[in-house]
Each structure stands twice: as C-alpha cells, then as structure tokens.
C-alpha cells in the first residue's frame, strides 16, 4: 500500500506550495512542498503537459522541503508534483499536479548543485568577502584609489590599540532574574554590544593587516580571538542562550579566523573549530530541524540566523564535517524562501527599521555569496524593487516611518547607508538621487570610523570591499508616480510630492495578508497620515522592550491605531491569522484610491470592515468605513496625535509643528467622544512619552455601522476654510482651495474634482 501524501493547504505562517497558479519571474522557480511524515528524501518532476507523460525535469534524493533547480527551464506553462520516500524505502504516490507559468522575460536563476558550489569556494583563506587571489590586487588598490577608505581603517586600528576591549567572558543572567525585566534586559542587550564591540574589533585588525604590512594587527587579533574563543559556547554568548549576542559571536568570530588564519597554529585552529562546531551544530538544529524553517520562515530572528550559519559553514568547510550542510541549508533558504517578509512590488512587512537591519545584514551574505560560490543575489527580482520601499515611504525629509516596530522617530536619513548598497548592486538612478538628497548623512558616514562606529557594529573591511562597486548617476523621480500599492505585503503610501517630505502629504494604509505576525503588528485597515514633515495622525506607543506589557497590551491592540474596534476588544493581536487585504488601488496625479477588506482580522467579532480612502491631493482625505458585526454592538473611531487636539462636535483640530489637520466626523452622528493622553497599559518609567487619543464611540448597540471623515491637512496658520457638507447619505461636498471636491459614497468611492467655475477636470471612477 502506497503512503499517503499530506497535501493539506498552508495554514498562516506556513510558506506554502510554491509554485501554484502563478507567473513566475525567475527560471527556474523554487519548488516547495508541506514537510511528509517520516520523510527520508524527496523525489519531484516537472512536465509541460498536466498529464506528466513526458517529464521534462526530474530530481531524485532531494532531502529537504525545497528545490531549485540547476538549469534554466523555458517560459510558458508547467507543471510540477513531488513524492517522498520514508525511512523503511517505502514510496509514496505522487502528489497533485500543481500548474505554473514562467514569464517570457523571467531571470535566470538556477541553483548549482551541492558539489559545484561547495568546490567553488576557496580552499584555502580568506574565504569571506574576498578571496585569497583577490588580495593583490586589494593591496594595491588600498594604494590607490581605495586609499582613503584604507587610511580610515588604519585610523580605526590605531584607535582599538589604543583602547582594547576587554574579553572577560560575558555574565550570565543570576538566578532568579526575570525574563523581559529591566535587570534582564540590561545583560541580553549588554552582552551582544560588549560581544560586537570585542569580535569586530578584532576582524578590523585581522582585516586591515591583509592589506599593508602591519603584522602586529594581526597579532592583537589573534589575542581577541583566542580569548573569545575560551568562553562557553553553551554560555552567554551561546545561540540558544542569548542569540542576540549568540549571532554576532558567530559572524565576527568566523570573519577573524579566517583573516588571520595563516597566523594561527592548527592547535589553535582546532580551538576555534571546536567552539564553532557546538555553536553551528545548535543553529542549525534549532532552524533545519526545530523550526523546519524552509515551510516556517517567518520566524524574525531566524530570517537572519540562517545566513549567520552559513558564514560559519563557509569558514569552517573541509574543518568541521557538518560546515557542508550548513552551507547547502543556508543556499537553500536562499534560493527558496528568502525574503519571506517581502512581496514583488518591493514591500517589507515588518516595517522600515526591520527592513533596514535585516536587509543590511542579508547584503553581507550577498558579498559572500558573490565572493565565495559567484552568486549574484541581486539577480533575485525583489532587489530590482526593494529601494522602492523607503522611497515611497519616507520621500526625503519624512521624519515617522509609518508601520512596525522602532518606526515612530525614524527618519528618512536612516536609510541612507542601505539604500546606496542597493543603489550601485541595481544600477538604480532613483535610489541613488533619495541618497544624495541627505547630504549631512552621506558626509556623517563617510567620517565615521571611530570606536563607536566599530562598536555598534559597523564594519569599514566591508565599506572596503564594495569600494570597487560602480558610480550610479542620480536621477530625481519626477517621471514615476507619486504612490505605490505593495500589495503582496499589504502596504499602501499615498504621497503628493515623492520628491520633498517638507512639502508632502502621505496617507500609510495596511491591510495585509501576513497579518499582524511579528514586527509588523499594526492592525488591518489602520491608517496614518504625514504632512509637511511632521506625523498628524499616527501609530502611537513606544517599545520599551519587546514582548513587555505596554508592547504586547497596547501597541498590538487596535485601539493604538487609526483603525476601528468593537466593544472595546482588539483584532487578533500579533497573530499570522490577523488578516487584511488590498480590494483595490488607483493612482493618479489627482487622486489616489486604496480599499481594504479587514473582518478576518477580528476572529470572528465581524463580518464585514471595508475601508475605503480617496485622497484628491494634497488637500483633502476621505475615509468610508462599512462595519458588519454578528450581532448588536458598539463600534469605537481610534485616532491619534503627538498633540492634544481640540475637539468641537465632530470636529477635530490638530496642529503639529509646522502642520495640521481639520478632522470632520461626519457619518454617524451623535458619537461619544473622548480624549486621553494616558497609555493602557503605560510604557516603563524610562520611556517619556506623551501622545493623544481620541475614542469616538457609537451610543446604542448596533449590527453595522457606516463612517465617513473628511481629513483636511494645511500648513500651520492656514486652516482650510468652510467645511465639507454630506448633502444625503450618497452625496459629499468638500471646499477646495481652488474649487470643490464632489464625493459619491457607496461599495466604491466615486469623485469629481472641479474648478472655480464649476468645470470638471478630474474624475476617479
């Protein structure tokens, strides 16, 4: 009797069958399938008939969850199944045929097989950024034109002799310390910065000695190696103990030992084997095992400690006999489930401070890759569009990074050393011009070599090596439109000026189909609304320390958006199940249209949350939101604002710096308004923070409910004047600063935008 194959759908939070009815941009495309019970290897083939009478690519022995090929298969229509075999030898039947369609103008992106790549990387050291034959040829470079970046890291050298770290091991947590608590939180983040601030020390002077002919750099990084390499690699700065300071062990010790591995002695070789051989053997249980991370990737630290293991396995091949399959893993997940937060258009789901740290940290993967095996990451559609993300969402000038975690105080300038990475690897002109428009950032990293840049993690041997990367000239974005939908992440920014924040208005939607999960926990249908340089109407709270009472009870809770709750009660908090979804999206130089679908977001507690949003730019914004509920309820209006706003009937004032905002209630009437500058729960006693929140709640308990708000954002000192008028329940009039905004309210917003005399110049249908 054949075994049964296990084809249920993906849950939330699980990667899925992939391809499946889809039009593919890469060739081959990356093969996934459910995880099989007592699987011991996989078999799939791939045929251009749903018949599979004539297979046209077949592979056999495939022993984890994912395959990509290693030739490039030919567009048009496929199709695609898999089967395992157990343990006993046992054969299961094959799985339903799954169909696909490669795009005409795909990218070729074939996977080598285990035994190419792993032959491609040098058998001898450096094996990471460069390899030996590249040193030459640094060398003179570093005397030439790259001589400045080099002179910097002589500087920095001299100023780590100058104050060497300490390398006393790093303490554990006492007994009886409490997870989250201020005292815990002082050793998890502590013992990561000491760990950086020892290792990547060492790996600029390791790094720095390849270039010139200062051998007693060499020789101090080899003292901070060994000592580092006594501590416990099941202690504090173990993986599983403390990852954030475990990875960082990791990635910094690998990159020292291999720079200064012709120093050391193989007794001393074997010591750092050993203490990586524990450390490397954990992630790998923890994400190839534990997690199955190849049908589970959106664990968030997990989305960088695959690559982390793959530096060790890189360094560590041929030395370690489990550094082979740590590098295939780590290939793997590249070439089958990274990046698992994005989507195709560009987008990042958790937010602009996670899509930096993380995206900056995989671009050091991506330098290996290219150095060690000639892997072009950058060959991967998403980083044709990945800068497109900040670009879109903090034009120049922004200060609020609109969702996710750590974005409340970001600014655009923040992005800038990511950016110009992405910039020269995609030949991108537009990515290039955002840089450039932060003069003060470019000129602050340039100058920035020092022990504190070492510290926080900044490693210049880097900044060295992409030194050779190629001049991009800078185009402004003046051709493209001014908004963008990421819809595979379910993001939306609505801008009037792409090219200035000073003189822009932004509306941020989210309804996404990765829901709440992780760091992006906003909730679905919540909006916020910049203008001018300055945050209106916002995301408020500030993480303290994550998974802390004020992160968890209110930065997860609706009620800390722009968004609507029902009795009180919150939508599914930081959950994969809290989902939303883009209805549709319309741009225009006039007007920008976003509707998003939310109910599924609240367990069950409605039925039915449309949001529809009509910006006619810049002057006016309008939100009609369809609330459903089971059963007779009250339905509460969330909005927020870093000042106290002034409240008169249904209409609200907010001034904000240099900006403000006229909010018109309009729809329904009789709302219970109320405001509070208090936190429920509060942040802890070191955050001060102060922010305002509005509840606008219906009186009597009702199935549905319709909202309609007219937001109206000026410049300070010149409030709009008028008010907007609901001449019926269908028909909304809105003052213009030049004429009048005509609004017909139903399932799809309809607008008319005329002159003074009446004349109709633009139309959104």
């Known amino acids: 009797m054949a075994l049964t194959i296990d084809e249920r759908p993906a849950q939330p939070g699980e990667w899925g069958f992939r391809p499946e009815n889809v039009t593919t941009e890469e060739t081959p495309p990356a093969f996934v399938w459910r995880p099989q019970e007592n699987a011991a290897s996989y078999d799939i083939q791939c045929a251009r008939g749903a018949d599979f009478s004539k297979v046209a690519y077949e592979a056999k022995g495939v022993t984890y969850t994912v395959h990509r090929p290693a030739e490039v298969f030919e567009s048009g229509q496929w199709y695609w199944r898999f089967r395992f075999v157990d343990r006993g030898g046992k054969v299961s039947d094959w799985s339903s045929g799954r169909a696909f369609v490669i795009d005409q103008n795909a990218k070729a992106l074939p996977l080598p097989k285990c035994s190419e790549l792993i032959g491609r990387i040098p058998k001898s050291h450096p094996r990471l950024f460069v390899r030996p034959e590249d040193l ?5 470079r570093a005397r030439g034109d790259l001589k400045p970046i080099y002179d910097d890291l002589v500087a920095t050298c001299e100023d780590i002799l100058a104050d060497m770290p300490s390398t006393k091991e790093p303490p554990l947590y006492p007994e009886g310390t409490v997870v989250l608590s201020e005292e815990w939180r002082e050793i998890w983040w502590g013992n990561r910065m000491y760990t950086i601030r020892v290792l990547n020390s060492a790996a600029t002077l390791a790094f720095t000695r390849l270039l010139g002919e200062q051998d007693h750099y060499g020789e101090k990084a080899k003292e901070l190696l060994l000592a580092c390499a006594k501590w416990d690699p099941l202690g504090a700065t173990g993986y599983r103990y403390n990852d954030e300071a475990g990875m960082p062990y990791n990635y910094y010790f690998c990159r020292t030992y291999t720079f200064v591995n012709d120093l050391l002695s193989e007794e001393e070789r074997e010591i750092c084997r050993a203490v990586m051989k524990v450390q490397g053997q954990e992630m790998y249980d923890h ?3 534990e997690m199955r991370y190849l049908w589970h990737p959106y664990g968030s630290h997990a989305g960088r400690a695959w690559h982390f293991l793959g530096e060790i396995g890189v360094t560590f091949l041929d030395e370690i006999p489990e550094a082979e399959e740590w590098v295939w893993f780590a290939m793997n997940v590249f070439g089958a489930v ?5 989507d195709e258009d560009g987008g990042w789901h958790q937010g602009l401070q996670y899509w930096e740290s993380y995206v900056q940290r995989f671009t050091w993967w991506a330098d290996i890759m290219q150095a060690a095996m000639g892997i072009d990451a950058y060959c991967k559609p998403y980083f044709a569009r990945a800068g497109d993300y900040p670009m879109y969402f903090q034009p120049p000038g922004t200060r609020g ?3 996710g975690d750590l974005t409340t105080t970001r600014t655009s300038d923040q992005n800038c050393s990511l950016m110009r990475t992405l ?5 991108n002109p537009y990515w290039k011009w955002y840089v450039d428009m932060h003069p003060e950032k470019v000129k602050e990293e340039t100058s920035a070599r020092r022990l504190d840049a070492v510290g926080a993690g900044r490693s210049l041997y880097i900044d060295f090596v992409r030194g050779a990367l190629p001049e991009v000239s800078a185009k402004a974005p003046v051709d493209l439109p001014s908004s963008k939908c990421f819809r595979g992440t379910g993001l939306v920014a609505m801008n009037s000026d792409l090219t200035d924040g000073k003189n822009n208005v932004s509306v941020i939607f989210k309804s996404s189909p990765l829901g709440s999960q992780s760091h992006g926990f906003d909730a679905q249908n919540s909006f916020s609304l910049f203008a001018f340089g300055e945050r209106l109407l916002i995301h408020t709270g500030q993480r303290d320390i994550h998974g802390s009472d004020h992160h968890k009870n209110w930065m997860h809770h609706t009620k800390s958006t722009n968004c609507i709750g029902i009795n009180g009660e919150s939508q599914l908090r930081n959950q994969a199940a809290a989902m939303g979804e883009i209805l549709d999206f319309q741009t225009s130089d006039v007007f920008d249209y976003v509707a998003g679908e939310a109910a599924q977001a609240y367990g069950g507690k409605l039925k039915k949350f ?7 730019k810049p002057d006016v914004v309008v939100i009609c939101d369809t609330v459903v509920a089971p059963d007779a309820s009250i339905f509460q209006y969330y909005l927020h604002a870093e000042t106290e706003m002034d409240i008169e009937g249904q209409t609200l004032k907010i001034t904000t710096g240099d900006a403000g905002c006229v909010v018109s209630l309009l729809c329904p009437g009789n709302l219970k308004i109320s405001q509070t500058d208090q936190f429920d729960p509060p942040p802890r006693e070191r955050v001060q923070l102060r922010e305002y929140h509005v509840t606008a709640e219906t009186t009597i308990p009702r199935k549905d409910a319709t909202f309609i708000a007219v937001l109206r954002p000026h410049r300070a000192g010149d409030v709009p004047e008028g ?10 009039m809105v003052p213009l600063p030049n004429g009048e905004l005509k609004v017909w309210v139903g399932e799809t917003l309809h607008a008319e935008k005329r002159d003074q005399n009446g004349v109709v110049v633009a139309t959104l249908c």
Do not use: H, N, S
Not at 610 to 616: D, M, P, S, V, W
């Open 136 to 140: 030459d040829g640094l060398r003179a």
């Open 338 to 342: 990274y990046p698992a937060w994005c």
């Open 401 to 403: 990074g609109g969702v």
């Open 287 to 289: 994400l190839a095992t």
């Open 423 to 427: 910039a020269a690897q995609a030949r």
């Open 723 to 732: 008010g907007p008028v609901l001449m019926d329940d269908e028909t909304l």
């Open 610 to 616: 449309t949001r529809q949003i009509l910006f006619a």
